[in-house]
């Protein structure tokens, strides 16, 4: 007998089919009602596509993406300084494919009702196969209505903010039919805190919104440098202002924009973060002078609100992988889905992923009007409280999926550890946690009507004790100034769980809304895993596991 008869020691099974081309709109039954729910279900036929773009050949790029890190050049071999970053050409795949089906430009090309859910639910598939190219896409997105705010620059730079051709090349706009827009604000030693920023603003002429000037500083955080132009800040005489950086001047010349080096992320490997220098950079002022910060916030509260899509998505990918496999894998004889325990687990996975989506495409829908007072005070309110609390849910969400795979969970073969290393990004990126609280109190301190506005949202429970209870004691808590800043994190979230109670209960879904209630505001646990007794679990776990077709 020879020895090779011993080499196969074991055959293959109880492993999970393949999710490999999975359609990610398909397979997923809450997005497609919640986005049909406020407004977006004109855009189904889009939105198939790009799950099945997003379940196929996006999800190879983003493996390649993250395998292949961005590289910085600095210097050409001639000895030219170039400030260049090369990326794989699975992340221009990724840009290409998300610019071509209108990801950075849909809300403001056709902005009939329901353009921002149509558009987050076409950015809830794009990132679950990569998020790590949300940044580019996101701020290029975001800079219409702060670019909107000065016409002359709006007229040259819109029609190709808007327009569906990705073109990487590192020429000026002159030569390109679309372009990208990063962002720069922070500075080594402020932080969140821009006031505290030190770069300056010289005019070339006479200075003032539209003119021209030169920028002599430094950006701790700018995200992604190989965009054409940068939205940043920068002091003049007057204070804090705001400017247009593009990355070549009118003659097609470099600016003076100088890459020091690029950051070494926990996760989001497929971006270029980087650290810059202007010395003497042309920038054309944004808005009014002195009045930045108000200027810049036009992008920030739309980067904010795709940090909330940014988490969602993530958990939404997280809980596909883990329904997925455990709907398959056999332990102990018995199917994982099937075992008491892992349906607890699973279920409350499932509602946690729900409620985030419900949350972001109602926040989708407030963004669709505009010119509705209550809507208009509902967005700039919840765009802080969804922000804090879907991004700080994400990443325990999704380590208690890879708890699902078990080993397999932890391994770079599976899309797991990608997806934990992306998450704290959106709780970090556009203003931490406590920023986001301490935004909450100020719109409700300094804003009319914006106390009434969610009070008039939440209702009176809609029917539900325990939601009339919770709504009624976030009252009192609200009349209550003393400490308010020490507590805010615990307002927030109970102004953010109690929001999403609402919008479960109003979607009519009996099994979801009264398992979330009974498990947030009720007798659940403290981690995942732990919903009370009488919740349907075995249907909340069905409503969210890939059928594949």
């Given at each position: ?232 800040l920068a002091y003049t005489d007057k204070g804090l202002s705001c400017f247009l950086l593009p990355r070549h001047r009118p003659d097609g010349s470099r600016n003076q924009f100088y890459i020091q080096r690029l950051k070494n992320k926990l996760g989001n490997w497929a971006n270029a973060s980087s650290e810059v220098e202007f010395r003497g950079a042309l920038a054309w002022m944004v808005g009014e002078e002195g009045r930045g910060v108000p200027t810049i916030i036009e992008m920030v509260s739309l980067t904010r609100f795709d ?243």
């Amino acid at each position: 007998m020879s020895l090779h008869e011993f080499a196969e020691t074991h055959e293959v099974f109880n492993q999970v089919p393949s999710l490999d081309g999975a359609n990610l709109y398909r397979v997923d039954l809450p997005l497609q009602e919640w986005t049909r729910r406020f407004g977006g279900g004109w855009a189904e036929g889009q939105l198939d596509a790009y799950g099945a773009l997003a379940g196929g050949p996006l999800m190879q790029a983003g493996f390649l993406a993250n395998e292949n890190k961005p590289v910085f050049k600095s210097h050409d071999r001639y000895g030219n300084r170039v400030d260049l970053v090369e990326f794989h050409p699975a992340y221009h795949e990724l840009m290409r494919t998300a610019v071509e089906h209108g990801i950075p430009s849909l809300p403001w090309t056709d902005p009939r009702q329901g353009a921002q859910v149509a558009r987050a639910a076409l950015n809830y598939l794009h990132n679950q196969p990569e998020a790590g190219n949300a940044c580019p896409l996101t701020m290029t997105y975001a800079a219409v209505p702060a670019l909107k705010l000065q016409p002359e620059l709006a007229e040259i730079w819109l029609p190709k903010i808007l327009a569906t051709e990705y073109d990487p090349r590192n020429v000026g706009i002159e030569q390109k039919a679309g372009v990208t827009i990063g962002m720069a604000m922070t500075e080594k030693q402020g932080g969140t805190d821009v006031r505290a920023n030190t770069t300056k603003a010289h005019a070339v002429g006479m200075g003032g919104p539209g003119q021209a000037y030169e920028l002599v500083g430094h950006k701790w955080f700018c995200s992604a440098p190989m965009c054409d132009a940068f939205l940043t800040l920068a002091y003049t005489d007057k204070g804090l202002s705001c400017f247009l950086l593009p990355r070549h001047r009118p003659d097609g010349s470099r600016n003076q924009f100088y890459i020091q080096r690029l950051k070494n992320k926990l996760g989001n490997w497929a971006n270029a973060s980087s650290e810059v220098e202007f010395r003497g950079a042309l920038a054309w002022m944004v808005g009014e002078e002195g009045r930045g910060v108000p200027t810049i916030i036009e992008m920030v509260s739309l980067t904010r609100f795709d940090c909330m899509i940014g988490s969602s998505s993530l958990m939404r990918q997280a809980l596909t992988q883990a329904a997925h496999h455990c709907a398959h894998r056999k332990v102990g004889g018995r199917v994982l889905a099937e075992q008491p325990l892992m349906q607890n687990v699973l279920a409350d996975l499932a509602l946690e992923s729900e409620a985030a989506l419900a949350l972001t495409m109602r926040m989708g829908k407030a963004l669709d009007n505009p010119h509705d007072e209550q809507e208009d005070k509902f967005a700039r309110l919840v765009t802080a409280i969804g922000k804090y609390w879907i991004c700080k849910r994400a990443p325990a969400m999704i380590n208690e999926a890879q708890e699902c795979m078990g080993g397999a969970g932890y391994v770079e073969e599976t899309i797991l550890p990608r997806l934990y290393r992306e998450a704290p990004v959106n709780s970090i990126w556009e203003g931490s946690g406590n920023v986001q609280c301490l935004d909450v109190l100020r719109a409700l301190s300094k804003e009319a009507g914006v106390l009434d506005a969610l009070f008039a949202e939440l209702g009176d429970g809609h029917g539900d004790a325990r939601l009339k209870t919770h709504i009624q004691r976030l009252q009192a808590d609200f009349r209550d100034t003393a400490d308010i800043q020490y507590r805010a994190r615990q307002l927030t979230e109970d102004v953010a769980v109690a929001l999403q109670a609402k919008l479960l209960l109003e979607a009519g879904n009996a099994t979801v809304s009264d398992a979330f209630i009974a498990s947030r505001l009720g007798e659940g646990g403290r981690v995942y895993g732990t919903l009370p007794r009488g919740v349907d679990a075995e249907a909340l776990v069905a409503r969210s596991t890939p059928h594949l077709i």
